[in-house]
């Protein structure tokens, strides 16, 4: 094995962040449409068209995941502090959101199963293949059991990590989609009432996409990483989502859309490394990339809490009502997550994070190789909120990249 580069501290990954308002505005397009809100059958054909595999931005999510907190995991820290971290980020706003979905379903008199709300109060509610249960109250929030599985395995696997052979990770890489393909005929092997739940929700066939962005980042981490530029990683990203929305069937969409979503974010990384511009670290798409994990957790409650209220539940609103709803729903669930954003996610982060001096300790341990070649003019701007300080916040966007067989 080659000896060890020189280390630095890890660059900030603004463009990352940028990157997952874009697949939380699919991820909210895509359920837009599924729940009819555009009646009118012209409209709703193209937006039926353009989210159509916009739930499996939650692939996006789980490899960003693996990539962010690889490339900024402190080398030394105890699993403690980083697990106290990790759940400063995301438990506050599911405790939140948790109370605010069983308000409203008291509200409308729905049944909630007492068992179901345990497990999703304290994310396990993924690990249990039952109807009612991993999509239960805030039911979104399955995802954030599977990233809680994610968090508990990466301390034991960093140091190995770091010790794996280039080959190993470069494996990795090759296998991981593969194994995504093979769940489809794989689940033959499952009872068919829990297919759904192995493919779909299971943290272990679902940590395939973390584990990919775990290896991408350790090969960046080593200046081994070889792909295209953020431009042609782009290029074959829409290439591929157009050609699997109109062409190919639905069991090749995940194993497809998770290298393409890799390409993108490796790229996107390596040019936040370099210096180099890119059109996802303006002020503007790093603040949104930021409220994407509350955007997230209140985006299905506030469309179907409002409908239900209005009557237009199941229904749809005809003509351009609906693309105006739609819009209308948008804007609200922003102003909602930002709300929250601000006043819970910050400072329970502040209040509940690893004290100052155990992150001072921390940090002045982590380091990750220096970039190979010079940065172009002032370097990657580390911008308030970038990717390599808050792992990304996959946290979950409920997927359906692997959609059901009609």
Same mark, same amino acid.
């Given at each position: 094995?080659?000896?060890?580069?020189?280390?630095?501290?890890?660059?900030?990954?603004?463009?990352?962040?940028?990157?997952?308002?874009?697949?939380?505005?699919?991820?909210?397009?895509?359920?837009?449409?599924?729940?009819?809100?555009?009646?009118?059958?012209?409209?709703?054909?193209?937006?039926?068209?353009?989210?159509?595999?916009?739930?499996?931005?939650?692939?996006?999510?789980?490899?960003?995941?693996?990539?962010?907190?690889?490339?900024?995991?402190?080398?030394?820290?105890?699993?403690?502090?980083?697990?106290?971290?990790?759940?400063?980020?995301?438990?506050?706003?599911?405790?939140?959101?948790?109370?605010?979905?069983?308000?409203?379903?008291?509200?409308?008199?729905?049944?909630?199963?007492?068992?179901?709300?345990?497990?999703?109060?304290?994310?396990?509610?993924?690990?249990?293949?039952?109807?009612?249960?991993?999509?239960?109250?805030?039911?979104?929030?399955?995802?954030?059991?599977?990233?809680?599985?994610?968090?508990?395995?990466?301390?034991?696997?960093?140091?190995?990590?770091?010790?794996?052979?280039?080959?190993?990770?470069?494996?990795?890489?090759?296998?991981?989609?593969?194994?995504?393909?093979?769940?489809?005929?794989?689940?033959?092997?499952?009872?068919?009432?829990?297919?759904?739940?192995?493919?779909?929700?299971?943290?272990?066939?679902?940590?395939?996409?973390?584990?990919?962005?775990?290896?991408?980042?350790?090969?960046?981490?080593?200046?081994?990483?070889?792909?295209?530029? *953020? +431009? $042609?990683?782009?290029? !074959?990203?829409? &290439?591929?989502?157009?050609? =699997? #929305? %109109?062409?190919?069937?639905? @069991?090749?969409?995940?194993?497809?859309?998770?290298?393409?979503?890799?390409?993108?974010?490796?790229?996107?990384?390596?040019?936040?490394?370099?210096?180099?511009?890119?059109?996802?670290?303006?002020?503007?798409?790093?603040?949104?990339?930021?409220?994407?994990?509350?955007?997230?957790?209140?985006?299905?409650?506030?469309?179907?809490?409002?409908?239900?209220?209005?009557?237009?539940?199941?229904?749809?609103?005809?003509?351009?009502?609906?693309? *105006? +709803? $739609?819009?209308?729903? !948008?804007?609200? &669930?922003?102003?909602?997550? =930002? #709300? %929250?954003?601000?006043?819970? @996610?910050?400072?329970?982060?502040?209040?509940?994070?690893?004290?100052?001096?155990?992150?001072?300790?921390?940090?002045?341990?982590?380091?990750?190789?220096?970039?190979?070649?010079?940065?172009?003019?002032?370097?990657?701007?580390?911008?308030?909120?970038?990717?390599?300080?808050?792992?990304?916040?996959?946290?979950?966007?409920?997927?359906?990249?692997?959609?059901?067989?009609?």
């Amino acid at each position: 094995m080659t000896s060890a580069p020189t280390v630095t501290r890890a660059p900030r990954l603004p463009s990352l962040t940028g990157l997952r308002w874009v697949a939380a505005l699919l991820v909210f397009g895509f359920h837009a449409g599924t729940m009819g809100i555009v009646a009118e059958p012209h409209l709703k054909a193209v937006v039926d068209k353009a989210f159509s595999l916009g739930l499996s931005g939650v692939e996006f999510f789980f490899i960003l995941s693996g990539f962010v907190l690889v490339w900024s995991y402190r080398d030394g820290e105890r699993a403690w502090t980083f697990l106290r971290r990790r759940l400063a980020k995301i438990y506050p706003n599911h405790v939140v959101t948790f109370v605010a979905a069983l308000a409203v379903a008291a509200w409308f008199a729905d049944p909630v199963l007492p068992w179901a709300a345990i497990g999703n109060f304290f994310l396990v509610q993924a690990w249990i293949p039952l109807n009612g249960y991993f999509y239960s109250v805030n039911n979104v929030s399955w995802s954030l059991s599977c990233e809680l599985a994610f968090y508990l395995c990466l301390p034991l696997v960093v140091p190995r990590l770091r010790r794996a052979r280039t080959g190993v990770l470069r494996a990795v890489l090759v296998a991981a989609p593969l194994l995504i393909l093979a769940l489809w005929p794989g689940q033959e092997l499952v009872p068919e009432e829990q297919r759904w739940w192995f493919t779909q929700i299971f943290p272990v066939t679902r940590s395939l996409e973390f584990w990919m962005g775990v290896a991408a980042a350790e090969l960046m981490r080593r200046h081994r990483w070889r792909g295209p530029n *953020l +431009a $042609v990683a782009t290029g !074959l990203f829409v &290439t591929t989502w157009v050609v =699997a #929305a %109109l062409w190919i069937p639905a @069991e090749f969409w995940a194993a497809l859309l998770a290298v393409a979503y890799l390409l993108v974010i490796a790229a996107a990384a390596d040019a936040d490394v370099r210096g180099r511009p890119t059109p996802w670290r303006s002020r503007p798409m790093i603040w949104l990339g930021e409220v994407s994990f509350a955007f997230y957790l209140v985006h299905v409650l506030v469309m179907v809490t409002v409908l239900r209220l209005t009557g237009d539940w199941g229904t749809g609103l005809p003509g351009w009502r609906g693309p *105006l +709803a $739609v819009l209308g729903f !948008l804007l609200l &669930t922003l102003a909602l997550a =930002a #709300a %929250l954003h601000r006043w819970v @996610e910050l400072p329970m982060m502040r209040l509940l994070g690893p004290s100052r001096r155990a992150r001072a300790a921390a940090a002045a341990a982590s380091s990750v190789p220096a970039p190979r070649v010079p940065a172009e003019g002032a370097g990657a701007p580390a911008a308030d909120g970038g990717a390599a300080s808050d792992g990304g916040a996959a946290e979950g966007i409920e997927y359906a990249g692997r959609r059901r067989p009609d």
